[in-house]
T-cell receptor
Framework: GAVVSQHPSWVICKSGTSVKIECRSL??????MFWYRQFPKQSLMLMAT?????????EQGVEKDKFLINHASLTLSTLTVTSAHPEDSSFYIC????????????FGNGTRLTVT | AQSVTQPDIHITVSEGASLELRCNYS??????LFWYVQSPGQGLQLLLK??????LVQGIKGFEAEFKRSQSSFNLRKPSVHWSDAAEYFC???????????FGSGTRLLVRP
């Protein structure tokens, strides 16, 4: 079945550094990928919509200069957390919409980011 | 504003008992509806979805859900809960067919042996 892979599954970084998270669709092409963040014991909040070959669309309140999204191919989207701070510590999850559409969204297993 | 409500933060049931998790959503049109399950520290697994047609949908692991347009609800049910069903359950709604999902706050299911 359709698989979405996220890498890394967890990362610890120092405050002020940048971290890149990858989201790959392994056996299908995804024209659209979505990035969510989830704080402990809370629900998922959509951060941005990533479209292949175009700029990402950010939800209200999400800093586009802090959370850089690149969707350079039909199977890969990346989220870079720039100048990370402890308050950016969270669980980041991506999902992918197949190019063919009509299928449910598939989610990656998430990336646990801890900023020290 | 578009919103998804899961009124129960925690639910505890005994193993073998039946289960119903509630989900209500705002907005008048018929959206796409989903239920996902999440184990601690893990991603989301799709249990079932509703796009159109039969309002009672069957999913994996013995789960089913019923779409009730008049109540703007999409409740998840299982006739007999297993200990392995303990997890966090999220109802999600795509209000405009964009696959941009709005999630409910989640319901944590605890299963008593």
């Amino acid at each position: 079945g359709a698989v979405v892979s996220q890498h890394p599954s967890w990362v610890i970084c120092k405050s002020g550094t940048s971290v890149k998270i990858e989201c790959r669709s392994l056996d299908f092409q995804a024209t659209t990928m979505f990035w969510y963040r989830q704080f402990p014991k809370q629900s998922l909040m959509l951060m941005a919509t990533s479209n292949e070959g175009s700029k990402a669309t950010y939800e209200q309140g999400v800093e586009k200069d802090k959370f850089l999204i690149n969707h350079a191919s039909l199977t890969l989207s990346t989220l870079t957390v720039t100048s990370a701070h402890p308050e950016d510590s969270s669980f980041y999850i991506c999902s992918a919409r197949p190019r063919t559409g009509g299928s449910p969204l598939h989610f990656g297993n998430g990336t646990r980011l801890t900023v020290t | 504003a578009q919103s998804v409500t899961q009124p129960d933060i925690h639910i505890t049931v005994s193993e073998g008992a039946s289960l119903e998790l509630r989900c209500n959503y705002s907005y008048g049109a018929t959206p796409y509806l989903f239920w996902y399950v999440q184990s601690p520290g893990q991603g989301l697994q799709l249990l079932l979805k509703y796009f159109s047609g039969d309002t009672l949908v069957q999913g994996i692991k013995g789960f089913e859900a019923e779409f009730k347009r008049s109540q703007s609800s999409f409740n998840l049910r299982k006739p007999s809960v297993h200990w392995s069903d303990a997890a966090e359950y999220f109802c999600a709604v795509d209000f405009d067919s964009s696959y941009k999902l709005i999630f409910g706050s989640g319901t944590r299911l605890l299963v008593r042996p």
